[in-house]
């Protein structure tokens, strides 16, 4: 079945454009390109279609406002941006309504891309219930406006440490969580910092960013109530599962940016249990109960009731973020990562071993079975050998 796509720009020359470029998605893809919001919703409502894909600046509604109203009547579209327009306001009133944003002129490559991995996670989602709630996104915004600002000043060459700390310093939770974070025993430190220019410099910018979504996403729930849920010890083993999966992938030596986006990972792991608690709060309170009673697994118990679990979600929204994609799949994948294409020592591995590392130490929701390892998948990499000195190194390092 042919993944349906609307296009919407104002500019005629910008349609024919795309419809030069994706020519050859015409077998894979249905497409439909027209030049107002008031046409593509029209459109929208003779037949569903799994992504929009809009420019910014239009007459009558712009690109925020369309994909605004498309959340709202259809909420399992995937809802991207494609603009040269580089309003920061507007941009960023589009945030809470888009899953990633795009800019012009793209990459013909990049843009198959963006789209085609938007569809494909939006199919992988098996119940309806969940992919509704995730692309709906009803607490946690699609992109946390921190983290739309972190993003566009990376992709600038010129930016700098300080240009980083400064846009950490507007936001008072994210410069809280990142100078507890840095002074931490995580780190062990001789001496404490108060810098946060300091800070970015020594966590790097793939943990800042993850720091960023964390910053949000965690503080969304600090006052649920669910018996047996707590935002405090899912953060703390978050943070716990990100050092180990870091250590894991130093000690196979691999290099600074696996390690990096391994860590990343690990900070993030456990955001789709976030989404459940925040949405779904008393179908989620049944799934505390079942993995209790049953002396289960959290992501059995979510299986069993929603046929996905958190690493399913996290992975989808994450996905649609635009993470990097070595940092998505440890996510989606780090209970069953021999399912993975690559066979080969990646983020996904540090995460999957620094995970249950980090269970054993339980910092995790009470009462529930720890992580198990995947030692069929470790044997498949020729690494399964290494498990009693990962153990050790663990041991040495993890508070206690």
């Not at 712009?62 to 603009?83: C, F």
């Not at 399913?312 to 294409?341: M, N």
């Amino acid at each position: 079945m042919k993944t349906r796509i609307i296009f919407v720009d104002d500019e005629d020359l910008a349609l024919r454009g795309l419809k030069r470029l994706l020519y050859p998605m015409r077998n894979e893809w249905d497409m439909e390109f027209v030049d107002s919001g008031a046409k593509a919703l029209n459109l929208m409502a003779t037949a569903p279609f799994d992504v929009i894909v809009s420019d910014m600046r239009m007459p009558g509604m712009n690109g925020a406002e369309l994909l605004n109203e498309v959340m709202k009547r259809y909420p399992k579209t995937v809802r991207l941006i494609l603009s040269g327009y580089a309003d920061r306001e507007l941009i960023l009133k589009c945030v809470g309504s888009t899953h990633q944003y795009l800019a012009k002129p793209c990459d013909a490559e990049a843009l198959k891309m963006t789209v085609r991995r938007a569809a494909e996670l939006e199919r992988s989602m098996k119940s309806d219930t969940l992919r509704q709630l995730i692309t709906r996104c009803v607490v946690l915004p699609s992109v946390p406006a921190l983290y739309s600002k972190m993003i566009e000043a990376l992709q600038d060459p010129e930016t700098d440490v300080e240009t980083i700390a400064a846009i950490i310093e507007r936001d008072g939770a994210m410069t809280a969580k990142i100078l507890k974070l840095v002074n931490s025993a995580f780190f062990g430190l001789g001496h404490k910092i108060a810098d946060p220019n300091e800070a970015v410099a020594y966590l790097g910018t793939e943990t800042i960013k993850s720091l960023a979504l964390c910053a949000n996403a965690f503080s969304e729930l600090e006052e649920t109530t669910l018996p047996g849920f707590s935002v405090e010890s899912l953060w703390e083993h978050c943070l716990v599962a990100a050092r180990a999966a870091k250590m894991v992938a130093i000690h196979e030596d691999a290099d600074r940016k696996l390690a990096d986006e391994a860590y990343a990972a690990g900070l993030l792991h456990d955001l789709g249990k976030l989404v459940f608690a925040a949405n779904l709060t008393e179908d989620y309170r049944q799934i505390l109960n079942l993995a209790h009673e049953k002396k289960i697994s959290l992501a059995a118990a979510e299986r069993e009731v929603f046929g996905a679990d958190h690493s399913d979600i996290g992975g989808f929204l994450l996905g649609l973020w635009g993470l990097p994609v070595p940092v998505v799949e440890a996510i989606a994948l780090h209970h069953r990562p021999r399912t993975a294409a690559q066979k080969a020592f990646s983020p996904l591995t540090a995460l999957h071993i620094g995970n249950v590392l980090a269970s054993s130490i339980k910092l995790s929701v009470a009462d529930m079975p720890a992580s198990t390892l995947d030692l069929e998948y470790l044997h498949e990499l020729g690494i399964n050998s290494h498990l009693d000195s990962w153990q050790r190194a663990w041991r040495s390092e993890a508070i206690p």
